[in-house]
């Protein structure tokens, strides 16, 4: 019932196997687990459940004013952007005053977009470059998937919305890799994103060798039948095993990797179909034409890696650096980064804090989904750290300091969520992430321009 290939220390994590197929399967209470054992000391919670970690992007800054709790202390009235997220206010950390002094020029000239996005999970200044000499630095992620990846399938997972370069000139003299991704494995790779479901699908779904994965797509789309199909078997006979409520569990989490293949092979069929009203533009094969339904699939699909521990650690860029998407099916026919330069214009920074509270009411999709997920004593999303924000402020001054951030979920109990601290200007935002990478089992002391880690995080 797994894949003889797996780590060693994988091995008895417990799997429902079929040609080209291979379903991780959540906790369940039948079942003995080695979690106590593969992820113990800081990067597990009570009762040994494994924490986890993902980072949520969203580019051009955020309108600040409608963005910051008017006060410190306990969450109480939220702000307009925050207030899609009222049900999970027990369960933020919104945190102001933190900086990325290597998003700044600091003597390079124009480019703050491909700044932002390099600095924001390095800490570090990138080499401004167009070509094959890039340099960024090694992103916060990739430390913790060091830390934790050999007790997974995945040792990471990068996804985004928007498809993006991985060369050429997009910002100022900048790489487009610079704008276009948020992982980096070492200063000059790029942890490429994963915008297409069917791919992200696979790579979560598809078991055995490469050859194996391709026959068993290959026979399942010329079938017509679905990936559960390959594992029926073994899913009818671990059910015989297992105790009701665990039945009741596995037949719930099935047919939630069976609602998603649905969607994945839905948005498949309509891809060819341009979004009505701006038929001008051209989707990448099987991306759905709803820019919304994307980042939902996409974030479902996370909650189920996280959920059946196929990976502790991810990214997710909501859409790239200095985006122009437009976003006419809330009103807004301007392209975002077009008019994230507002020039103080009231009406424009209306416009920008509605395409900002889009982006909260997908969080707040996504949170939902983890919240849902029973585990141990609590649930999903109270083993989670959750980062979201942006490497930009205000998207008219371009500045890196006093940057939108929050964090959702208590990684196991670790961290007094509930609240809105206000830190000193020019705290770095690397501090944060030291914190987060301790609470993650790293043993790394310093990070990118971190001067320890972040106070007041546990209360």
């Not at 122009?324 to 301007?334: H, S």
Request: glycine share 10%; charged share 25%; aromatic share 6%.
């Amino acid at each position: 019932m797994f894949m003889s290939n797996m780590p060693k220390s994988i091995a008895r994590r417990h799997f429902l196997r079929g040609l080209g197929a291979v379903v991780a399967l959540p906790l369940l209470e039948s079942i003995p687990t080695v979690v106590a054992s593969s992820g113990a000391g800081a990067a597990s919670g009570p009762g040994g459940l494994p924490k986890r970690l993902a980072f949520l992007y969203v580019p051009n800054g955020v309108h600040m004013p409608d963005w910051t709790p008017a006060y410190e202390g306990a969450l109480t009235d939220l702000p307009p952007i925050l207030q899609p997220l009222a049900p999970f206010k027990r369960d933020m950390l919104v945190l102001s005053g933190l900086t990325h002094d290597k998003g700044r020029a600091n003597g390079d000239g124009p480019g703050d977009h491909a700044r932002a996005a390099a600095s924001w999970l390095t800490g570090s200044q990138a080499l401004k470059s167009e070509g094959s000499q890039i340099r960024a630095g090694v992103s916060a992620d990739q430390i913790a998937a060091d830390a934790v990846g050999r007790y997974t399938r995945l040792p990471s997972l990068e996804i985004g919305a928007e498809p993006g370069r991985q060369a050429g000139k997009c910002d100022s003299g900048y790489s487009c890799a610079y704008s276009n991704n948020i992982s980096w494995r070492n200063d000059s790779t790029a942890m490429a994103k994963e915008i297409h479901p069917r791919a992200l699908f696979e790579r979560m779904f598809g078991g055995g060798m490469d050859r194996e994965k391709a026959e068993g797509l290959a026979r399942r789309l010329r079938q017509q039948r679905s990936l559960l199909d390959f594992v029926h078997e073994d899913a009818k006979a671990l059910g015989r095993k297992v105790s009701g409520s665990d039945r009741q569990k596995l037949e719930e989490y099935l047919a939630a990797v069976r609602e998603i293949e649905q969607r994945v092979e839905r948005s498949e069929r309509e891809a060819s179909q341009p979004p009505a009203g701006i038929p001008e533009i051209s989707l990448p094969e099987g991306v759905p034409g709803s820019y919304e339904e994307h980042l939902r699939l996409l974030g479902d699909m996370l909650v189920l890696a996280f959920q059946t521990d196929t990976t502790r650690v991810a990214t997710f860029m909501f859409a790239n650096e200095g985006s122009n998407k437009a976003y006419p099916f809330i009103g807004v026919k301007d392209g975002h980064h077009t008019l994230s330069h507002h020039e103080n214009d009231r009406e424009k920074q209306a416009r920008i804090s509605r395409i900002n509270q889009f982006h909260t009411r997908q969080l707040a999709y996504l949170l939902d989904r983890l919240h849902r997920v029973p585990e141990g004593e609590g649930t999903l999303l109270d083993q989670c750290m959750i980062v979201y924000g942006s490497s930009i402020s205000d998207g008219n001054r371009h500045n890196h300091d006093d940057l939108p951030v929050a964090v959702f979920g208590s990684g196991g109990g670790s961290l007094l969520t509930g609240r809105h601290i206000r830190y000193p200007q020019e705290t770095p935002m690397c501090n944060l992430f030291l914190s987060l990478l301790d609470r993650m089992g790293s043993s790394v002391e310093r990070f990118g321009d971190s001067t320890g880690q972040l106070r007041y995080l546990e209360g």
